[in-house]
T-cell receptor, first 111, second 117 residues
Framework: GNSVTQMEGPVTLSEEAFLTINCTYT??????LFWYVQYPGEGLQLLLK?????DKGSNKGFEATYRKETTSFHLEKGSVQVSDSAVYFC??????????FGTGTSLTVIP | DGGITQSPKYLFRKEGQNVTLSCEQN?????MYWYRQDPGQGLRLIYY???????QKGDIAEGYSVSREKKESFPLTVTSAQKNPTAFYLC????????????????FGPGTRLTVL
């Protein structure tokens, strides 16, 4: 079956620290992978995506690389800011138009 | 601007009442979805629709109903049979419905927070 597992939170970092949020997946075939961000009281916003192996998605300083050999899509940012405080969701879509979401990782960045 | 709108942003319901949450999209997307999110939790799929006049139950459909009479609209009714409806409700859409492409992307509305008094 299809599933997404992401690291438990919450994560607390100081401003300008390096961020990694781990995400691994289980899927048959060739899924696309996503990271979404949710700010308090809002819906989910697409942060980045990758549609095939070795693709790197990037946006707003965040990056993630689709690693088929390790079934991973870890989110990274070199220097986090207070404004990056949010909940981050890893997700995949496979054939059949079903989306699968991880449970979310809460990030708090302190000045 | 293209996007997904949900209304109202906050909704209060008395026990025993049915309430309907609105979701509209002008993205010309075929597929639409409803999710429920509880505090500190991930998303759980309630219902989804891949084409007009058709919809399927998700993981937690009991106590909810939907309709899809128009491509742009997918309202969700929370019935009195839903025992614990207080939650944040998210509507989403994606371009392809029955085609089921694995390169599709899901876009979300701003959400409706429902509280039972």
């Amino acid at each position: 079956g299809n599933s997404v597992t992401q690291m438990e939170g919450p994560v607390t970092l100081s401003e300008e620290a390096f961020l990694t949020i781990n995400c691994t997946y289980t899927a048959t075939g060739y899924p696309s992978l996503f990271w979404y961000v949710q700010y308090p009281g809002e819906g989910l916003q697409l942060l980045l995506k990758a549609t095939k192996a070795d693709d790197k998605g990037s946006n707003k300083g965040f990056e993630a690389t689709y690693r088929k050999e390790t079934t991973s899509f870890h989110l990274e940012k070199g220097s986090v800011q207070v404004s990056d405080s949010a909940v981050y969701f890893c997700a995949l879509i496979n054939t059949g138009n079903q989306f699968y979401f991880g449970t979310g990782t809460s990030l708090t960045v302190i000045p | 601007d293209g996007g997904i709108t949900q209304s109202p942003k906050y909704l209060f319901r008395k026990e025993g009442q049915n309430v309907t949450l609105s979701c509209e999209q002008n993205l010309n997307h075929d597929a639409m979805y409803w999710y429920r999110q509880d505090p500190g939790q991930g998303l759980r799929l309630i219902y989804y629709s891949q084409i007009v006049n058709d919809f399927q139950k998700g993981d937690i459909a009991e106590g909810y109903s939907v309709s899809r009479e128009k491509k742009e609209s997918f309202p969700l009714t929370v019935t009195s049979a839903q025992k614990n409806p207080t939650a944040f409700y998210l509507c989403a859409s994606s371009m392809n419905g029955l085609a089921g492409y694995s390169t599709d992307t899901q876009y979300f509305g701003p959400g409706t927070r429902l509280t039972v008094l």
